[in-house]
């Protein structure tokens, strides 16, 4: 069994989808959430899961130790971010190699990179005349959603979008659906006997 980390900023949408999720290879373990009073930290106590916070604002130079020593202390084994504002440093990803993974309300590469996020997201892809966008689930690595992709799965754009609704259904037909499934393959490979092995 796979002890996940889910990196948090906001309400806490896509951390749902995974406490929803019957994951028989890994459990949400740890929330953490890079400021205090979202959300998701009330998600996270409602399922008993333990949170903390680690405010980059707050923790300044010392940002990236305190979440590196934060993961290690609780043994996690995979670390995802979802609707995760803060860029991750390279520190931080190092120590979690090809464990990080990101959800990211879009078909990569498009709309992706630094300064595309949330709504912004959107409003590119309607701004551009797309017919068709999604969501991607990536490795994470130092380039801001340049990782690896893991899956995409897509949803076609409607002449009456808005930001807001094209959102709210790539949420919902896309990154609750996309997000579970692809933790849960990536849980049950790292519980496997042979990557237990390698470690």
């Known amino acids: 069994m796979i002890d996940i980390a ?3 900023s906001g309400g806490g949408t896509n951390l749902q989808a995974l406490l929803d999720d019957a994951n028989p290879y890994g459990r949400v373990a740890l929330v953490v959430s890079s400021r205090p009073g979202v959300g998701a930290l009330e998600r996270a106590a409602r399922a008993g899961v333990e949170t903390v916070v680690v405010d980059p ?3 300044g130079d010392g940002f990236e130790d305190r979440l590196i020593e934060v993961l290690r202390r609780h043994h996690i084994g995979l670390v995802v ?3 995760y504002l803060t860029i991750l440093p390279p520190s931080v990803i190092a120590a979690f190699p090809r ?3 990101n959800v ?5 590469p498009a709309f992706g990179g630094k300064g595309f996020y ?3 997201v959107h409003e590119a892809a309607l701004a551009r ?3 068709v966008t999604g969501a991607t689930v990536h490795l994470v690595n130092e380039e801001p959603d340049g990782g690896a992709i893991l899956a995409q799965k897509c949803v076609d754009v409607r002449p009456d979008d808005t930001p807001e609704t094209l959102q709210r259904r790539v949420m919902e037909t896309c990154e609750w659906v996309l997000l579970p499934q692809v933790v849960r393959a990536l849980c049950a490979d790292l519980d496997s006997p042979e990557d237990k ?3």
């Open 99 to 101: 464990r990080i993974v």
């Open 6 to 8: 889910v990196l948090v």
């Open 104 to 108: 990211h309300p879009a078909l990569l």
């Open 118 to 120: 949330g709504l912004r």
């Open 81 to 83: 971010l979802a609707g």
């Open 57 to 59: 604002r707050v923790e």
């Open 129 to 131: 005349g797309v017919k």
């Open 197 to 199: 092995e390698k470690q």
